[in-house]
T-cell receptor, first 113, second 115 residues
């Protein structure tokens, strides 16, 4: 079964600290993986996309990695800010119908001053 | 910021009422989606459209219906709301249409509560 699992479910960190969010998937065949940020009460916003041939990609303080062999991705946030408090959702495109998007349940990140 | 709008943001109604959730985008995207999201859970696709006069059911069975008469407009209707319909409803459109790296642009969502 095509699944996307994220860990931890929730995370609390202090402002200025770094953190890493994990995404493991069993989707096959794999097309791409995208990380979204969802602020409370808002719709998700795309942070970055990882294709099969990419190992790492940065978007400001966000750095995503992909290991297609182990089917794992991570999102690293550097020097966290209060505005980073949100849910981070991992979405994998793939499966027999490559138009299909499989959503993870997200990691709820809270950054405290 | 994406030009996709949903109204209303919040809706509290009684059981049995008919409701329509509005979604409009000004980006000219052909493909549009409706997702349902419960707290702490993943998004579930309930409807999508490839363009005008095209509508398809998603992965999650839903008693709602959709229409796509204009490219920019993709409303969702519940003929008779029930408490089990209480959820957040997110509308999205995608660009570039049909490409494997297409990106979804989401509206802010409608939080529906049926009493």
């Amino acid at each position: 079964k095509n699944q996307v699992e994220q860990s931890p479910q929730s995370l609390i960190i202090l402002e200025g600290k770094n953190c890493t969010l994990q995404c493991n998937y069993t989707v096959s065949p794999f097309s791409n993986l995208r990380w979204y940020k969802q602020d409370t009460g808002r719709g998700p916003v795309s942070l970055t996309i990882m294709t099969f041939s990419e190992n790492t990609k940065s978007n400001g303080r966000y750095t995503a990695t992909l290991d297609a062999d182990t089917k794992q991705s991570s999102l690293h946030i550097t020097a966290s800010q209060l505005s980073d408090s949100a849910s981070y959702i991992c979405v994998v495109r793939g499966g027999k119908n490559t138009d299909k998007l499989i959503f993870g349940t997200g990691t709820r990140l809270q950054v405290f001053p | 910021e994406a030009d996709i709008y949903q109204t209303p943001r919040y809706l509290v109604i009684g059981t049995g009422k008919k409701i329509t959730l509005e979604c409009s985008q000004t980006m000219g995207h052909d493909k549009m989606y409706w997702y349902q999201q419960d707290p702490g859970m993943e998004l579930h696709l309930i409807h999508y459209s490839y363009g005008v006069n095209s509508t398809e059911k998603g992965d999650l069975s839903s008693e709602s219906t959709v229409s796509r008469i204009r490219t920019e407009h993709f409303p969702l209707t519940l003929e008779s709301a029930r408490p089990s319909h209480t959820s957040q409803y997110l509308c999205a459109s995608s660009d570039p249409t049909g490409a494997t790296n297409e990106k979804l642009f989401f509206g802010s969502g409608t939080q529906l509560s049926v009493l």
